[in-house]
């Protein structure tokens, strides 16, 4: 899909073209937004900007200088964004954000949220985005809300995991009513998330860095280079946050296998408790139910009921001593 947007009223706005007619991208057009764009759609981009556009394999590529250089007059980036965060398999997918001959063009084959509601918000605000790199500069402004928003949600439910990993239990009460393979399940899937955005902002940092060096010198360039600065602090604090949350996680990972050890070690110790006050009264009952002829106490009419009674005591005075100890 190829979207494209053009100044209308000194703000932002899509402009509704049908390009299998051979229609080409109008001169008006400022942002070309290309969406797992067919051949046809990327072949008019490359002949609207004169440009070669990097294919999908190569936008995957991890060297930096693959991601970050500058070909036939044209900058071009390359990053990781989250999408599909509220799903239960959040995905990371690269886009390309390239500047030539004054127009913003944008390569993806996802659907990170920015993409649709900031052009809804650059409608309202006329005159912020006459320019390419305004416009690259306000994207990448709502990406990092948007990353912001993410790590603001994962903290929550971080810190839900770490009250319900902690809970006390209500007076007696075993650890296993806790659902610790849930638990972990949950911690897993936010761990995921976590890796993909810090991915995703070690991405941006080396966009920003790169956008703060092509500014200089620019039209308007200092305006766009404090622009800039704002969200590289922006970034740098959020990874500082994605950092502190990755250690929580890991906390919690490892208190949570502990309290599996623990609980266990309780059952495996109740089992052996068991067994050993079982053991005195197995013992008498063997012994009297051996088939000897001659024991003397078997003849006796207070014979059986002192028999279940020295059995009896005999598993009591074990347990007795055990909870005495703590041991139960």
């Given at each position: 899909m190829l979207r494209i947007f053009e100044i209308a009223d000194a703000c932002l706005k899509r402009r509704q073209l049908d390009l299998s007619a051979g229609v080409v991208i109008p001169e008006t057009a400022l942002w070309i937004d290309l969406y797992a764009p067919t051949a046809e759609e990327a072949r008019k981009a490359e002949a609207f900007l004169e440009i070669a556009l990097p294919t999908k394999e190569e936008m995957e590529e991890?060297?930096?200088?693959?991601?970050?250089?500058?070909?036939?007059?044209?900058?071009?980036?390359?990053?990781?964004?989250?999408?599909?965060?509220?799903?239960?398999?959040p995905e990371s997918a690269a886009v390309t954000f390239v500047l030539a001959k004054n127009r913003l063009l944008t390569i993806r084959y996802s659907e990170p949220m920015p993409f649709n509601t900031f052009p809804a918000?650059?409608?309202?605000?006329?005159?912020?985005?006459?320019?390419?790199?305004?416009?690259?500069?306000?994207?990448?402004?709502?990406?990092?809300?948007?990353?912001?928003?993410?790590?603001?949600?994962?903290?929550?439910?971080?810190?839900?995991?770490?009250?319900?990993?902690?809970?006390?239990?209500?007076?007696?009460?075993?650890?296993d009513h806790r659902d610790f393979q849930g638990l972990l399940s949950r911690l897993g899937r936010q761990n995921d998330l976590i890796g993909k955005v810090r991915e995703s902002l070690i991405g941006f940092?080396?966009?920003?860095?790169?956008?703060?060096?092509?500014?200089?010198?620019?039209?308007?360039?200092?305006?766009?280079?404090?622009?800039?600065?704002?969200?590289?602090?922006?970034?740098?604090?959020?990874?500082?946050?994605?950092?502190?949350?990755?250690?929580?996680?890991?906390?919690?990972?490892?208190?949570?296998?502990?309290?599996?050890?623990?609980?266990?070690?309780?059952?495996?110790?109740?089992?052996?408790v068991s067994s050993v006050v079982f053991l005195p009264p197995t013992l008498f009952a063997s012994v009297w139910g051996m088939n000897f002829a001659h024991m003397p106490e078997l003849q006796e009419p207070w014979a059986y009921p002192v028999a279940l009674a020295i059995i009896i005591v005999s598993a009591i005075i074990p347990a007795a001593y055990f909870k005495i100890r703590g041991w139960l």
């Amino acid at each position: 899909m190829l979207r494209i947007f053009e100044i209308a009223d000194a703000c932002l706005k899509r402009r509704q073209l049908d390009l299998s007619a051979g229609v080409v991208i109008p001169e008006t057009a400022l942002w070309i937004d290309l969406y797992a764009p067919t051949a046809e759609e990327a072949r008019k981009a490359e002949a609207f900007l004169e440009i070669a556009l990097p294919t999908k394999e190569e936008m995957e590529e991890i060297e930096a200088s693959s991601r970050v250089y500058v070909e036939d007059g044209g900058l071009f980036m390359t990053t990781s964004i989250v999408s599909k965060t509220e799903t239960e398999h959040p995905e990371s997918a690269a886009v390309t954000f390239v500047l030539a001959k004054n127009r913003l063009l944008t390569i993806r084959y996802s659907e990170p949220m920015p993409f649709n509601t900031f052009p809804a918000r650059a409608e309202r605000q006329p005159g912020m985005w006459a320019t390419a790199d305004y416009l690259l500069v306000g994207i990448l402004e709502a990406i990092v809300d948007r990353t912001a928003d993410i790590l603001e949600r994962v903290g929550a439910d971080v810190d839900s995991l770490s009250r319900e990993s902690f809970d006390k239990p209500r007076h007696n009460q075993a650890l296993d009513h806790r659902d610790f393979q849930g638990l972990l399940s949950r911690l897993g899937r936010q761990n995921d998330l976590i890796g993909k955005v810090r991915e995703s902002l070690i991405g941006f940092s080396r966009i920003l860095t790169f956008l703060t060096q092509t500014f200089e010198g620019k039209p308007g360039g200092k305006e766009l280079r404090s622009y800039n600065k704002t969200i590289t602090r922006d970034v740098a604090s959020l990874a500082d946050h994605t950092n502190f949350l990755s250690n929580k996680i890991t906390f919690l990972l490892d208190a949570i296998l502990g309290m599996i050890n623990l609980e266990q070690n309780r059952i495996i110790k109740v089992i052996s408790v068991s067994s050993v006050v079982f053991l005195p009264p197995t013992l008498f009952a063997s012994v009297w139910g051996m088939n000897f002829a001659h024991m003397p106490e078997l003849q006796e009419p207070w014979a059986y009921p002192v028999a279940l009674a020295i059995i009896i005591v005999s598993a009591i005075i074990p347990a007795a001593y055990f909870k005495i100890r703590g041991w139960l």
